[in-house]
């Protein structure tokens, strides 16, 4: 009985961290908090995929939060600082390059991961890469 309830309680903490760890990962920038996150389902198909005979990869911007409305899109090897004068406010992030892209104002994102802003603080400043 005692293993079964050790278990129970080992299982009960497992699962507590696999639930934590599904959970956005917070950073700060300037005390604003920020997220982390799997990039929607329905967002991954407006961000172009690799193509070509380089198979290369994009980064993508949404004006929106969760990965909506204005879509901003730049190919791997467009590389240096790109503005986005024509969709001025990003809040929705997903690089999709092989490269650490630094993201104006707020500091950098990794080869693979979403980020999202607060509705309140999108970002003004250019998106370079390699960071």
């Given at each position: 009985m005692r293993r079964l309830i050790r278990l129970s309680a080992l299982l009960t903490v497992l699962g507590v961290f696999a639930i934590s760890a599904s959970v956005a990962q917070g950073a700060s920038r300037d005390g604003i908090k920020t997220f982390y996150k799997s990039v929607n389902p329905l967002a991954m198909s407006d961000c172009p995929s690799a193509t070509g005979p380089t198979w290369e990869s994009y980064m993508c911007a949404w004006q929106g939060n969760e990965w909506g409305g204005a879509l901003s899109y730049w190919l791997q090897s467009n590389t240096g600082c790109h503005?986005?004068?024509?969709?001025?406010?990003?809040?929705?992030?997903?690089?999709?390059?092989?490269?650490?892209?630094?993201?104006?104002?707020?500091?950098?994102?990794?080869?693979?991961?979403?980020?999202?802003?607060?509705?309140?603080?999108p970002i003004t400043g250019e998106l370079c890469w390699p960071a």
């Open positions: 503005n986005h004068a024509g969709n001025p406010n990003l809040r929705s992030f997903w690089n999709r390059t092989p490269y650490n892209v630094r993201i104006g104002g707020w500091g950098v994102l990794g080869p693979g991961y979403g980020l999202q802003m607060p509705a309140n603080e």
